[in-house]
């Protein structure tokens, strides 16, 4: 069977596409790393378990809400542990499960780093759109989503509630 070839329409958004996929997670790291000594990854763990319930998750939930590896995510949950920003501990419902809670020094790394990233996120990827094009960027991910998330394993960003209702 022949392979649908992308249209010239197509393949031009594509590239464009991949352009943003390559440059914008490098664009967000130098602005954290400059402004707080972040990497943006280790920010995006501050972050989702700043927004947590009691700033608490269990490591599988959030390497689900990161869409790291258990490896990957205890490696950096370890750099943040080292210095302060984080601490571990036995999950009191499951002792086989390990929570990460965020500290009183997390939550002001998150604090202090947070509004230097999202002036950085409004310059590089809002502020360009017109209002009609953020609605339309939310339904283009939300497509995206579908099939690259089908299970919605990182759907704790936009739907907090959903692990819940979900069962996951």
């Known amino acids: 069977m022949e392979p649908r070839w992308l249209t010239e329409d197509e393949r031009a958004a594509?590239?464009?596409?991949?352009?943003?996929?390559?440059?914008?997670?490098?664009?967000?790291?130098?602005?954290?790393?400059?402004?707080?000594g972040l990497a943006?990854?280790?920010y995006y763990v501050l972050a989702m378990l700043s927004e947590a319930p009691d700033r608490t998750l269990r490591m599988t939930v959030l390497a689900q809400r990161t869409n790291a590896t258990l490896p990957r995510l205890s490696h950096v949950v370890?750099?943040?542990?080292?210095?302060g920003l984080v601490q571990r501990s036995p999950c009191?419902?499951?002792?086989r499960a390990t929570n990460a809670a965020?500290?009183?020094?997390?939550?002001?790394?998150?604090?202090?780093a947070a509004p230097g990233h999202v002036d950085n996120v409004r310059r590089l990827v809002l502020d360009p759109l017109a209002p009609a094009q953020v609605a339309s960027l939310h339904e283009i991910a939300d497509a995206?989503?579908?099939?690259?998330?089908?299970?919605?394993?990182m759907s704790g960003l936009?739907?907090?509630g959903r692990e819940q209702r979900d069962g996951s």
């Open 14 to 36: 594509w590239l464009r596409l991949v352009a943003v996929v390559e440059l914008l997670p490098g664009a967000l790291d130098s602005q954290l790393r400059a402004d707080s």
């Open 40 to 42: 943006h990854f280790e």
């Open 78 to 83: 370890r750099r943040l542990e080292d210095r």
């Open 92 to 95: 009191p419902d499951d002792g």
């Open 102 to 112: 965020l500290t009183p020094a997390g939550v002001a790394a998150v604090a202090e």
């Open 144 to 153: 995206l989503l579908t099939e690259l998330d089908p299970r919605g394993r």
């Open 158 to 160: 936009y739907d907090p």
